[in-house]
């Protein structure tokens, strides 16, 4: 069961209030351009199917209740993916008085990958790390201690405040 769980992990995508950059990302990380289910990865229409939840966005008002109700609904062992800058900080839309973010106030998150958005092989990093993870917690009951992934990419040129890696959409031909 570890052993399936390391190597062919199910996802449930979550958007806690996103602007859709980092649902777009997630999305590409699956198709045949980067082909993360020919590892293995695979998106499943249930949290009840699902061993790990992948959650972008700040997390608003309308949002947090559901997140909690999704994460309670994943079969144990599980891990989560914050996936892109804002359910990590709250990132551009820190002073909005719509959000209950960062994301970790809410449930336990195990990695963390940064980037606005990030790119696609980040993001599969940051699913192989929580695969990982995932197989030594469900084999020795480990604790969470949440990973922080590193920025995948060319650094930020310094014409937007966000401090990350342009999109892959920006970087494809
Ligand atoms: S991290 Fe950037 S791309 Fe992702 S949801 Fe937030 S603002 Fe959008």
Redo the contacts with the bound molecule.
């Keep these: 069961m570890c052993y399936s769980r390391r190597h062919s992990p199910w996802l449930f995508h979550m958007n806690g209030g ?6 777009i ?1 997630l999305i590409a990380s699956l198709t045949p351009r980067y082909d993360a289910e020919q590892l293995g990865v695979r998106l499943e229409g249930s949290p009840r199917h699902a061993d790990i939840l992948c959650i ?3 997390v608003t008002h309308n949002a947090v209740n559901a997140i909690k109700t999704v994460y309670g609904q994943v079969c144990g062992p599980k891990a989560v993916v914050a ?5 990590a900080t709250t ?3 820190i002073d909005s008085r719509t959000l209950e973010g960062p994301l970790n106030l809410h449930v336990p998150v195990d990695v963390f990958v940064p ?4 790119r696609p092989d980040a993001i599969i990093q940051g699913v192989a790390k929580a695969a990982e993870i995932l197989a030594e917690r469900a084999a020795k009951k480990i604790p969470i201690v949440p990973v922080v992934m590193p920025l995948v990419g060319p650094p930020c040129n310094g014409a937007c405040a ?1 401090g ?1 890696a342009p ?1 892959s959409t920006e970087a494809q031909p």
Excluded at 18 to 23: E, L
Excluded at 83 to 87: D, K, L, Q, R, V
Excluded at 115 to 118: L, N
């Design positions: 996103s602007c859709n950059g980092c649902d990302e972008t966005g700040p996936i892109g800058s804002c359910p990132n551009v839309f980037g606005c958005p990030p966000c990350s999109s």
